[in-house]
């Protein structure tokens, strides 16, 4: 039995390293929540539908492991990982947020042009000081 959990653990990362690597970043649509419930507990499941590169059309239901499933609702934007040559092989990814109201890389650019004017500012300074 433990050997069967290992495969399946192993596959799982496979897939989810795969996908990291090569996978294309899209937003899609919850389509509905549900919960189904086991010996382990409860498992929060999403369905979802997204739509890839090429304009069509794709559906998916994945577990969701993150904390904020209870706020999900029929239409709430969902970040989607998939392959392009197989977008039937895509997962669920915990960067709605950013996709929706801006990448990570517009926001360290914002910072870093941020700390360019502050050091422009404080090098002039210390020049007109020097002079003085």
Known sequence: MGAIFAIAASFTDYRAGLLDKAGTLTT?????????SGRGGPTYYVSYRFVDGFGISHDGDQPYPFQDWSNLRRGT???????????????????????????????RIIVGLLWIVAGCFFLGYRVRRQRL
């Not at 899609?28 to 189904?36: A, F, M």
């Open 28 to 36: 899609g649509e919850v389509e509905r929540t549900y919960v189904i």
């Open 77 to 107: 934007p969902i970040s989607v990982r998939y392959l392009r040559d197989d977008p039937e092989r895509n997962d669920l990814t915990l960067r709605v947020r950013l996709i929706v109201d801006r990448s990570p890389t517009e926001r």
